[in-house]
Nanobody
C-alpha cells in the first residue's frame, strides 16, 4: 500500500522558519510529481508548491520567494522549507503525489491521487 507521511509541523513565531518533510512507502517520488497543500479550518484546501518528475517547481503566489520545495531521491523524501512565516501560513499541511509515470506541475488538488494525513503548522505573533 502507498502511504505518505508528513512531519516537521509545529509552532513557530511569525517571521520564523519551519521545514516540513514527506516520506513515502510503496511510492517513488522521482517517478511522479509531488505537491504541498494547506488547509485552515473552514477553508478550502489550497495549493502551496509542487515539484515535477524532472524537478520543475511551481509555487502559489502567496508563498513564492519564501517557500522552497525540494526532493531528495536518495531518501525518497520531498521537503518544504518555509521561511518568513506569516500568520496566514498557519494550517494543516498535506503532501500529495500523482501516480508513478505521470508528470505535472498542477495546482489542482484534484489531480493528486495519494495524500498524507497532514502536519499542523501554527504561527504565533
Amino acid at each position: 500500500q502507498v502511504q505518505l507521511v508528513e512531519s516537521g509541523g509545529g509552532l513557530v513565531q511569525a517571521g520564523g522558519s519551519l521545514r516540513l518533510s514527506c516520506t513515502a512507502s510503496g511510492h517513488t517520488f522521482s517517478r511522479s510529481y509531488t505537491g504541498w497543500f494547506r488547509q485552515e479550518t473552514g477553508k478550502e484546501r489550497e495549493f502551496v508548491a509542487v515539484i515535477s518528475m524532472d524537478e520543475r517547481t511551481h509555487y502559489a503566489d502567496s508563498v513564492k520567494g519564501r517557500f522552497t520545495i525540494s526532493r531528495d531521491d536518495a531518501r525518497n523524501t520531498v521537503s518544504l522549507q518555509m521561511n518568513s512565516l506569516k500568520a496566514e501560513d498557519a494550517g494543516t499541511y498535506y503532501c500529495a503525489t500523482g501516480r508513478e509515470g505521470i508528470d505535472s506541475i498542477s495546482r489542482s488538488r484534484y489531480t493528486y491521487s495519494i495524500w498524507g494525513q497532514g502536519t499542523q503548522v501554527t504561527v504565533s505573533s
